[in-house]
């Protein structure tokens, strides 16, 4: 998969472009950057294409500490969601790992084992963003116990 290495001056958007990369396959290659929005020089961001066939393996983001002392959901709802999060990534792993093997010779419209891998991957992937950005959607309006006055 190439890489860049982040220059001075150098944005998402930037990137994207001379790339002609996909910004949710992007943020997907490099689950290790934080925040897009704040690029540092020196960073390495995988730019994942279809053109090197390379299937990226995902890798869990720690649970931000803040999240655990946040008033109005419990420790069993994070615990859950975070459960949840950490199933779909293994699933979205589990997924490409086939997808590095399968035959394609086969391939057609109708049916073939790679067309039901990139259905169950997009299945996968389509679950993972809905359901955190239900969560952080709704993490967002949540006052944390230190904010309370």
Avoid at 19 to 44: C, M, Q, W
Avoid at 103 to 114: G, K, M, P
Wanted: proline share 5%; net charge positive; charged share 25%.
């Amino acid at each position: 998969m190439p890489r860049h290495v982040v220059r001075p001056g150098d944005n998402v958007k930037s990137i994207i472009k001379k790339y002609k990369a996909d910004l949710e396959n992007l943020v997907l290659a490099n689950s290790h950057i934080r925040d897009f929005e704040r690029l540092t020089p020196g960073e390495v961001i995988n730019i994942p294409g279809y053109t090197d066939g390379s299937l990226i393996h995902l890798e869990p983001r720690p649970l931000k500490p803040q999240l655990l002392t946040m008033l109005g959901i419990s420790d069993r709802q994070i615990s859950e969601h975070t459960k949840l999060y950490h199933d779909y990534i293994n699933k979205i792993n589990q997924i490409r790992t086939k997808l590095q093997s399968v035959n394609r010779s086969d391939v057609n419209s109708t049916h073939s084992d790679f067309r039901s891998l990139k259905i169950a991957e997009t299945h996968a992937v389509v679950g993972y963003n809905i359901d955190w950005s239900v969560v952080n959607s709704r993490w967002m309006n949540v006052k944390t116990a230190d904010s309370v006055v």
